[in-house]
Nanobody
Framework: QLQLVESGGGSVQPGGSLRLSCATS????????IAWFRQAPGKVREGVSC?????????YYAESVRGRFTVFRDNAENTVYLEMNTLKPEDTAVYSC???????????????????WGQGTQVTVSS
């Protein structure tokens, strides 16, 4: 059972930045695509980004975050990051990372191929 731990959430003003981390101490994350999802109260869960396994050559961004968010992985640190810039109030949500064994982020529905989920971290964008 792969346990994913997110960190880096918090409160920030509009226009600010946060960097989320997704890590595990049990196994190597290198074999997993890592997707980031978010869910705001009363809204459907949204897949916002994904990075493919191993070298991370394939990435995906939802239209709502493209150009503002960047996903990257550091396999030496066994961590995947989501850099979030120019944050907006509508980015407020619980952000969760999820792992897809040997995934390539090509599925139209990212959640369909997920093997493991993290618990989530709160991101609040407010003035």
């Amino acid at each position: 059972q792969l346990q994913l731990v997110e960190s880096g959430g918090g409160s920030v003003q509009p226009g600010g930045s946060l960097r989320l981390s997704c890590a595990t101490s049990q196994y190597t994350l290198e074999n997993y695509a890592i997707a980031w999802f978010r869910q705001a109260p009363g809204k459907v869960r949204e897949g916002v980004s994904c990075i493919s396994h191993s070298d991370g050559r394939t990435t995906y961004y939802a239209e709502s975050v493209r150009g503002r968010f960047t996903v990257f992985r550091d396999n030496a640190e066994n961590t995947v990051y989501l850099e979030m810039n120019t944050l907006k109030p509508e980015d407020t949500a619980v952000y969760s990372c999820a792992a897809d064994l040997f995934g390539d982020c090509q599925d139209d529905d990212l959640s369909r191929s997920i093997d493991y989920w993290g618990q989530g971290t709160q991101v609040t964008v407010s003035s």
